[in-house]
């Protein structure tokens, strides 16, 4: 079983930045895929970023790229989310999850643990 925790969400300014971070707890996440997704008010949960279980592959959703870095750190069991010139839209409660895979997916069925979320506001 894997424990996931979100924390760095926030309230910040349009143009700002904020980093998110996702601690893992009762398994290494190092055979992992890590992702991260989003869910604004009223829609559904949609696929932000994903890397692969060694850092060396990453994917990220259109309206991110550019302006989001995911990274890993397996030492620390921690994965990050780097959010840079933020967006009123990228207004979510933001979670990361782990499938038990070593490829990069980014399909929301396919992830086995979940976080709570955190929550990020930007405002305009």
């Known amino acids: 079983q894997v424990q996931l925790v979100e924390s760095g969400g926030g309230l910040v300014q349009a143009g700002g930045s904020l980093r998110l971070s996702c601690a893992a707890s009762g398994r290494t996440l190092r055979r992992y895929a890590m992702g991260w997704f989003r869910q604004a008010p009223g829609k559904e949960r949609e696929f932000v970023a994903v890397?692969?279980?060694?850092?060396?592959?990453?994917s990220y959703t259109d309206s991110v790229k550019g302006r989001f870095t995911i990274s890993r750190d397996n030492a620390k069991n921690t994965v990050y989310l780097q959010m840079n010139s933020l967006k009123p839209e990228d207004t979510a409660v933001y979670y990361c999850a782990a499938s038990n895979t070593i490829l990069v997916v980014t399909t929301l069925s396919l992830y086995d643990y979940w976080g709570q979320g955190t929550q990020v506001t930007v405002s305009s």
């Open positions: 890397i692969n279980w060694s850092g060396g592959s990453t």
